[in-house]
C-alpha cells in the first residue's frame, strides 16, 4: 500500500501535467501549437532518453575496498516489503532463547568447575536475586540431573556429575556465540563471565532507508488529506464533453474516472481519500509507540544484564569494593540512571551476604562482602575434594560389525 499509493498518486500528478500541456497546445496557434507539443511529449521523450543513457552507460563492475574485482549488480538487497514490515513492526525478539542461552552460560561454568556450582554463584551468571535463583536451580537440577550437597562449613552446593560427561565446549564464548560476554572477555576458572542479554533494535534498516519511508508516507498523507478534502469541497464535476477544462489533481481524477464509473467523487472520497489518509496515519502511530516500547524494554534489559555485571564482579572480588568502580564496560549493561541502579545492586546482594561498610579515600563509600569470600573459600574446598573420574557414565554398548 505504501509503494502502491505512492505510485498512484504521482502517476495522477504526471497525467494532470501532461493534459494540461494537451489543453493547452490545442487551444494556442498552429506555432505554440508545435511549441506546446514539443513540451508535452518532447519534454516526456528527453526524461526517458536521460534515464536511458543512464542505465547503459553505469558501470556494472568495480572494485571493492578490499581491491577485488566484482560486478556492481550482485549487490544482495533486502526485500522492500520486509524492509517497510520492519520499519513499522520492528524484528523479532532476539533474546526468544535467553532460557537455552542462561542454561548453556550454567553448564559451560560447571563443565569449568567439577560439576559444582553454588547460589552465589549462580546469581552471578543468571543475575537473578537470592529468592528467584533459589526457585531457578532447584528447576535446573531437575532438569539436569542435579543434586543439593552441603560443605563442612555448612554451605549448600550443588552438584552435576552427568553434565561433565557431555561434550559441550567448556569455553564460555563457542558455548554461547552471539551473545556478548558482561566482562567484554572469557573468564577461566571459577572466574564468573555471565552473558548479557541482547538489546532490540527500532528496525534493521538504515536511517536512509526508514527515512525514504517516512518520506514517501508523508506524500501519500498529503495527497490523501488534498483528496479527502476535494471530495466534500468540490464533490462532483461536470465537464463540457467538447472542451472539458480540468484543472488541479482532483478534477484530472474525477476526468479519468468519469470513464469507468458515473459518480466517481465517492470512490475518490473513500480509494484516494480516507483510505491512504488512515494508513499513512497508523504507518506512523505504530512505529512511534513501538519506539517508545522498544527504549523501554532496552533499559529493563541494559538494568538485568547491570544485575549480572554487579554480581559477578563482585563474586570474583567480594572485597575492598569501591561503587564507582562498577561501571560496565559494554552498552548493555548501562542503564539510564547508573547511580540509582548501583545503589539498587548493592541492596539486592547485601540481603543475601551483609556488606560491610568503610569510608575510604576521598570520602568514598567501600564494601566489603566477607561472608561471600568465606563462601567462596568453603566452595573452592568442596570443589577440589570432587573426584570426577568416578563419575558414572553407565552402561557401555560398542557396535560391531561382525557376524
Sequence with gaps: MLIGYFVLFIAIAVAAVFIQIAARSNSSSSSSGDKGGFFGFGLFDLLFRLWFFNEITKPRYGYDTYGNFKNKNTKTKRPMHKAIFSFVFGEEDPNKNWDEVRDRAVIAFLQANRGVISLSEYMALTGESALDAEKSVLAFCSKFEGRAEITEEGTIVYCFEKLLLRSDNNNFQDSIPGYPLISGQALKGSMIAPPAKRLKEFSSNSKKMNGWFIAINAVNFLF??????????????????????????????????????????????????????????????????RNSSVKKDNNKTKLSNFRRFCFSKIFNSPKDIDV?????????????????????????????????????????????????????EEVRKFRESVDISKADIGDVVFDTNEK
Design 324 to 376: 564507582d568502580s562498577l561501571d560496565p564496560k559494554i552498552n548493555e549493561c548501562f542503564p539510564d540512571n547508573l547511580t540509582d541502579a548501583k545503589d539498587k545492586i548493592i541492596k539486592e546482594i547485601s540481603a543475601y551476604s551483609k556488606a560491610e561498610v568503610d569510608a575510604g579515600v576521598n570520602g568514598k563509600i567501600i564494601y566489603s562482602f566477607n561472608d561471600l569470600e568465606r563462601e567462596k
Design 224 to 289: 490523501g488529506s488534498y483528496f479527502l478534502y476535494q471530495s466534500f469541497a468540490a464533490g462532483r464535476i461536470i465537464f463540457d464533453a467538447v472542451e472539458p477544462v480540468i484543472q488541479g489533481l482532483y478534477a484530472t481524477a474525477h476526468y479519468i474516472l468519469n470513464f469507468i464509473m458515473s459518480e466517481p467523487h465517492n470512490f475518490i472520497r473513500i480509494v484516494l481519500g480516507i483510505i491512504p489518509l488512515v494508513f499513512s496515519l497508523f504507518f506512523w502511530i505504530i512505529p512511534a509507540v
